[in-house]
């Protein structure tokens, strides 16, 4: 298949400025080298040069019309490194997987001598590779570019030319409306130009048909594509924000944005919301806020685990996180959502002396991102603490706004209570939830939940069903948060009066039981 035509029009011109400004070295960070050799071979011809192609098991080898032709039998990289500097035409002359070889100071010698003789001639050697280990030595000579994933004009293209394909043999049987087409393209962003030709395969290979119903086999796709990064996590199944007790303020807010991800909202002139703070209280529903956000909203939910980030080797923490960033970015609209954002920035202010550094540049790159983002991505960040989170992740368009989420008023804790009895198949009318909001005066959503469970494991033993004195007894023997951790509430409420907005319209006191006890 033509893979060249449709390439992202923007990273093509990028790329086409340097090959005619006389770039010696082009870094093209990408796992897709089918898709590259298209958009190289492409170019060369454009300019009237010769591509050339070179991996350690076939050599070096010019291409002609997407096919390889004689490879020369030398793969040795210092050896193509000469291949190349003999060369007497003008050329683009792609090196896959070079990187691992640049670990050998001769190879970085060479590379840079040949950088010098490239400047006077009309050859361009751009190194192909998925991910980016560029030695200090050549940080001034490689140009460094990251080959965006196919964009709808790919991919459906892509999709027209199976469809054609399979229209021929006559087997298979395609039922796609244009509308419902474009659908499935939305779906296949984020995957490579082979992985979303794979999905479309699939759809046609279950059942001979290529159809509408085939957009979850397209979204089971993406969740691979997910997975395989190792530091994103998918969610499918959230609840919505009926399942999250209380919180008015919080919902009315998300629910005059449900709608800003649209294009009727960018032709409205609204920009895409950037992201939500929520701190407060532990176990008072944040997590579950931020689950239920992307449902309410119809976005897919992608978990950021700050430990994955900065597991693995000395000097990678920086570059999983350009590529959590990628692949969130890649599958947008989306939802990001943080937990315990703290958690993983424990170790900021003292990150030059304990780890050189690194959690410093890692939060500095995810600050930039946040704050010049352009990809509807919408970040969800929680925290449990105040004291360990750097003011600049505070400041005014970093998030669009951070909310304040305090233990449950009276009325919130009797919904809480009719939503987990629902949960557990109990008729709420059943049971005097007034009395067991008043009883539960300062309890969190996390702690009702638990009294009514600990209210269901004495009934199942008493061989009876769930009844208002098992709740009352839970109640009566659980010992709240807001008691353990009175001072620091306290705290955490007197930081957040004047510096975030409250999830909840605030009740007198008078007019409610939450106080701290």
């Known amino acids: 298949m033509n893979q060249a035509i449709g390439a992202a029009a923007g990273f093509f011109r990028e790329l086409d400025v340097h090959v005619r400004a006389r770039y010696p070295l082009l870094w093209l960070v990408s796992p897709e080298e089918q898709r590259i050799d298209g958009i190289l071979d492409q170019l060369?011809?454009?300019?009237?040069?010769?591509?050339?192609?070179?991996?350690?098991?076939?050599?070096?080898?010019?291409?002609?019309?997407?096919?390889?032709?004689?490879?020369?039998?030398?793969?040795?990289?210092?050896?193509?490194?000469?291949?190349?500097?003999?060369?007497?035409?003008?050329?683009?002359?792609?090196?896959?997987d070079f990187h691992p070889f640049l670990a050998d100071p001769q190879i970085v010698r060479r590379l840079r001598e040949l950088a010098g003789h490239l400047k006077g001639t009309y050859k361009t050697?751009?190194?192909?590779?998925?991910?980016?280990?560029?030695?200090?030595?050549?940080?001034?000579?490689?140009?460094?570019?990251?080959?965006?994933?196919?964009?709808?004009?790919?991919?459906?293209?892509?999709?027209?030319?199976?469809v054609g394909v399979v229209r021929e043999g006559g087997r298979v049987t395609i039922d796609l409306q244009?509308?419902?087409?474009?659908?499935?393209?939305?779906?296949?962003?984020?995957?490579?130009?082979?992985?979303?030709?794979?999905?479309?395969?699939?759809?046609?290979?279950?059942?001979?048909?290529?159809?509408?119903?085939?957009?979850?086999l397209i979204l089971d796709e993406k969740k691979q594509v997910i997975r395989k990064s190792g530091l994103l996590e998918y969610f499918s199944e959230q609840g919505d924000l009926g399942a999250v007790g209380g919180y008015d303020e919080l919902k009315r807010w998300l629910g005059r944005r449900r709608n800003a991800f649209t294009d009727?909202?960018?032709?409205?002139?609204?920009?895409?919301?950037?992201?939500?703070?929520?701190?407060?209280?532990?176990?008072?529903?944040?997590?579950?806020?931020?689950?239920?956000?992307?449902?309410?909203?119809?976005?897919?939910?992608?978990?950021?685990?700050?430990?994955?980030?900065f597991a693995g080797l000395i000097g990678s923490s920086e570059e999983n996180m350009r590529n959590a960033i990628k692949v969130a970015e890649s599958v947008a609209p989306v939802v990001l959502w943080i937990d315990e954002i703290e958690k993983g920035l424990s170790g900021l202010s003292s990150s030059g002396n304990t780890d050189g550094?690194?959690?410093?540049?890692?939060?500095?790159?995810?600050?930039?991102?946040?704050?010049?983002?352009?990809?509807?991505?919408?970040?969800?960040?929680?925290?449990?603490?105040?004291?360990?989170?750097?003011?600049?992740?505070?400041?005014?368009?970093?998030?669009?706004?951070?909310?304040?989420?305090?233990?449950?008023?009276?009325?919130?804790?009797?919904?809480?209570?009719?939503?987990?009895?629902?949960?557990?198949?109990?008729?709420?009318?059943?049971?005097?939830?007034?009395?067991?909001?008043?009883?539960?005066?300062?309890?969190?959503?996390?702690?009702?939940?638990?009294?009514?469970?600990?209210?269901?494991?004495?009934?199942?033993?008493?061989?009876?069903?769930?009844?208002?004195?098992?709740?009352?007894?839970?109640?009566?023997?659980?010992?709240?948060l807001s008691v353990t951790l009175r001072e620091e509430i306290a705290r955490l409420r007197a930081w957040a009066r004047e510096r975030t907005r409250p999830a909840s319209t605030p009740v007198p006191a008078a007019n409610d039981a939450v106080v701290l006890p």
């Open 264 to 309: 009727a909202a960018r032709r409205f002139g609204l920009p895409a919301p950037r992201g939500l703070l929520l701190l407060g209280v532990q176990g008072c529903g944040k997590s579950l806020t931020a689950k239920a956000v992307a449902s309410t909203w119809g976005l897919p939910l992608l978990r950021l685990d700050m430990g994955r980030i």
């Open 125 to 162: 050697v751009c190194l192909v590779s998925p991910t980016l280990h560029l030695p200090p030595e050549l940080e001034k000579e490689i140009t460094v570019l990251d080959v965006p994933l196919p964009d709808t004009t790919e991919l459906l293209q892509l999709l027209q030319e199976i």
């Open 178 to 216: 244009r509308e419902q087409a474009f659908q499935l393209v939305q779906a296949a962003r984020g995957l490579t130009l082979a992985e979303a030709e794979n999905a479309f395969a699939k759809a046609v290979a279950v059942d001979q048909r290529l159809s509408a119903s085939d957009l979850q």
């Open 357 to 480: 550094g690194v959690t410093s540049r890692v939060f500095g790159h995810f600050l930039t991102w946040m704050q010049e983002k352009s990809a509807p991505v919408f970040v969800v960040a929680t925290a449990n603490r105040i004291d360990t989170l750097p003011p600049e992740l505070l400041r005014k368009g970093r998030f669009d706004e951070i909310f304040f989420v305090d233990l449950p008023q009276a009325s919130e804790r009797a919904e809480i209570f009719a939503i987990h009895l629902r949960r557990r198949r109990r008729d709420p009318a059943r049971f005097d939830l007034q009395r067991l909001a008043t009883l539960s005066e300062g309890f969190s959503g996390a702690e009702i939940e638990q009294a009514i469970v600990e209210g269901l494991y004495e009934a199942f033993a008493e061989g009876t069903d769930l009844a208002q004195a098992h709740l009352e007894r839970a109640l009566a023997s659980t010992q709240p």
């Open 44 to 96: 060369a011809r454009t300019h009237g040069k010769s591509f050339y192609s070179w991996s350690v098991t076939r050599g070096l080898a010019r291409v002609t019309a997407g096919k390889l032709e004689r490879a020369q039998k030398k793969s040795d990289p210092m050896e193509v490194l000469d291949q190349i500097e003999q060369l007497t035409v003008p050329a683009v002359i792609a090196l896959k």
